[in-house]
């Protein structure tokens, strides 16, 4: 086959001219660096980065994490499957002439790449995401994992993920496992899919979320080597195709987090058809009602807890906490009889105080949003409540008691007692160090620094104080700062190294205080990701702060900026002068480092090993920053040792911080995240 008509092979299936012919040659010559590719087929530099990060979220070239990166073409195998299943509509042409391109394909002899070395990439757009899926389940030959709701579970099988997975001719020997959660409106639904099963020569495993835990999260995990994670976690059949956003990797740091959210899940689920079973039969409830009188069960419910000689343990909503203070005598009652308490429910800035009361009485944890209300008292009595108050009146009625469910079937509560006790366990203590404990009120982080460490002394001006080309900047409003990205999307903005520059995208800011066997310290991250229509182009960048003894005290401290725009960095460089972190400037490439705003959750991850202060290095791991609440638009400025000044606008959130570690998943409350989903940066020279 000669390279011309290798090159309208893959024109026909939908490659560019010079996509094709970066293809080509990085299938003929194998791993190449970008500016090698550029310089040998002719291709100015600027648009060889462009060619190959559309072929990498494409999933036809792989790169490498070592820098600088070397670029491969996965093998031509590989590409046709994917073009088949992505293009349904010319599925049947493409698979008539597979092996007649593949035969004529061999004569070019690409080199094999090496797929051992860790790489990374978000994938858009569902066609894309299904079928690299679908390549996974072909690939399978241990193992494969998938975590999804009924309704993406629907979805996947209108895809023919199932149907490979029963076509696999290794499907014997490979363990099939598949977590789902189960209500009553899905029976109909998995039913379907169960009778679609083959019954001979599959190894499925279907388990279904015990009561009270909930998918937060879809993946797919193949042979412990590679994953899919699904950045976006809705489960709407009628999203569009573009909603669809996912991280694949095969960083094992990466592969192993996800595994361990995984297993944790798979111990506290049930067989699928034995949880259709007792949803249809309501077996597990043969001692068990539902109480529809909401004074009956307000009134049972607070004599069981009168009651308790050993231990109550809860978990609520958010309010569900407020209320608990407001009936703080129940708690304070028992813990004087030597009763121990313990209570779970997401920390956000609207409950922090009243579980810092609480903490004085009782044990208090954050866990993520949407778990059932539940409370067990003595391992003996178990209350479960429906939706939690939505407002402040109904915290103080008894209207969250109506239609309460009440067991004291043994072996129900036992049961769902460990499942809370498991997330009693990875659930964190409300710090009091929160996010605005470390900005103050309003702010980034402090900026001004004294012998090499964070003072104490901000040199922060926010409101009217601040001054841009001698006047006085006003308060901003959500529209002001939205029409000024809007405008500088139509008229860029132009840097030389007199003038300013001005950057415009999302930042997240994420206090995380990890646990022991993370053998991390705490962490003050910034994420930053600008567009390109900033003054240097799109940027991703990541800032991060230890908590350290300095000459001031202990304060967070700057020791790491990761960032992968080159001519950023080198200001960057002149911006933090000064600074603890000037020294350890790390530039990566497109495929090491990624940040996606995707609605209203920030998403930011990382495949290379980041030196901190010493003894700690921060493995490869991702963020989550979610909003929630009501927006806050405010401005502040920074005033750098360096000379440079820093004006700071941004339409945000406070937010719920999830950081993915090799070890586990660590959930961070609502007091220790905040999401400037549209932030505007104006730096200034000296």
């Known amino acids: 086959m000669s390279q011309e008509k290798a090159l309208k092979t893959l ?106 070395t860790p790489k990374f990439a978000v994938l858009e757009g569902r066609n894309t995401i299904f079928s690299k899926i679908q390549q996974m389940v072909k690939q399978t030959k241990k193992h494969l994992l998938t975590m999804m709701a009924v309704p993406n579970l629907v979805r996947a099988e209108q895809f023919g993920l199932f149907d490979a997975a029963f076509a696999h001719p290794m499907r014997n020997s490979i363990q099939f496992r598949l977590l789902t959660e189960l209500s009553e409106q899905d029976i109909d639904a998995v039913r379907n899919l169960l009778k679609r099963t083959p019954k001979l020569g599959l190894g499925l495993e279907i388990r279904a979320l015990d009561l009270g835990l909930k998918l937060n999260s879809r993946m797919i995990i193949r042979d412990y080597e590679e994953a899919i994670f699904f950045i976006n976690r809705g489960a709407d059949l009628q999203a569009t195709e573009k909603d669809d956003v996912c991280l694949w990797t095969n960083c094992k740091s990466l592969v ?28 597990q409830t043969q001692k068990a009602y539902v109480i529809g009188d909401t004074e009956t069960a307000h009134r049972k419910y607070h004599e069981a807890m009168r009651s308790a000689k050993e231990e109550i343990v809860m978990i609520t909503s958010s309010r569900g906490l407020i209320a608990c203070l407001k009936g703080s005598s129940l708690v304070r009652d028992s813990t004087k009889r030597g009763v121990s308490v313990k209570i779970m429910a997401p920390i956000t800035s609207e409950n922090l105080d009243a579980s810092q009361q609480l903490l004085q009485c009782c044990e208090v944890r954050h866990v993520p949003t949407g778990y059932l209300g539940t409370t067990i008292i003595d391992g003996q009595h178990l209350f479960q409540f429906k939706n939690p108050p939505p407002d402040e009146e109904a915290l103080r009625s008894i209207s969250y008691f109506e239609n309460t469910f009440y067991t004291n079937d043994s072996e129900y509560v036992t049961k769902t007692k460990n499942m809370l006790n498991d997330i009693w366990k990875n659930a964190q203590v409300p710090s009091a160090i929160t996010l605005e404990s470390i900005n103050g009120p309003g702010g980034s982080a402090n900026a001004s620094f004294s012998d090499g460490a964070l003072s104490k002394a901000v040199k922060k001006i926010t409101g009217p104080m601040l001054i841009e080309n001698g006047k006085p900047l006003a308060e901003p409003t959500e529209k002001d700062i939205l029409n000024k990205i809007i405008n500088a999307q139509k008229h860029p903005p132009s840097v030389s190294s007199k003038d300013i520059a001005r950057m415009f995208g999302s930042v997240g800011q994420a206090v995380i205080h990890p646990p022991d066997y993370f053998n ?58 000064g600074m603890p972190m000037e020294q350890n400037f790390l530039l990566v490439k497109k495929d090491e480092l990624q940040i996606r705003m995707h609605g209203n959750t920030l998403f930011a991850g990382w495949t290379v090993q980041i030196p901190l202060l010493p003894p700690y290095t921060l493995p490869p791991a991702f963020i989550l920053i979610e909003a929630y609440g009501r927006v806050k638009t405010g401005i502040f400025a920074l005033n750098l040792p360096s000379g440079y000044k820093l004006i700071n606008e941004c339409n945000g959130f406070e937010a719920f911080v999830t950081f993915f570690h090799s070890s586990s998943k660590y959930s961070g409350p609502g007091t220790d995240g905040f999401l400037a989903r549209d932030a505007i940066q104006t730096v200034y020279p000296p």
Request: negative net charge.
């Open 520 to 577: 991390l310290p705490d962490m003050l991250i910034h994420i930053i990701h600008y567009e390109k229509h900033s003054s240097y182009g799109a940027e991703d960048s990541i800032i991060i702060m230890l908590l350290h003894e300095t000459s001031n005290g202990y304060d967070y401290v700057p020791v790491a900026f990761v960032g992968d725009n080159p001519e950023a960095i080198d200001l960057w460089k002149k911006v933090f002068a």
């Open 256 to 283: 192993d987090s996800f595994t361990a959210v995984f297993e944790d899940l798979w111990r506290n689920s049930t067989d699928i058809e034995k949880k259709i079973t007792e949803i249809e039969t309501g077996k």
């Open 11 to 116: 024109e026909s299936l939908g490659f560019t001219q010079l996509d094709a012919k970066v293809y080509v040659f990085l299938a003929k010559k194998g791993p190449q660096k970008a500016g090698d590719v550029a310089k040998c087929l002719k291709i100015p530099k600027q648009s060889i980065y462009f060619i190959i990060r559309h072929l990498q979220n494409d999933g036809i070239v792989t790169s490498t994490v070592e820098r600088p990166a070397r670029f491969s073409a996965v093998p031509f195998e590989k590409v046709l499957d994917l073009f088949v299943n992505a293009k349904m509509e010319e599925a049947k042409q493409i698979q008539r002439n597979k092996e007649e391109i593949l035969s004529d394909w061999q004569s070019i002899t690409p080199t094999e790449t090496d797929e051992a």
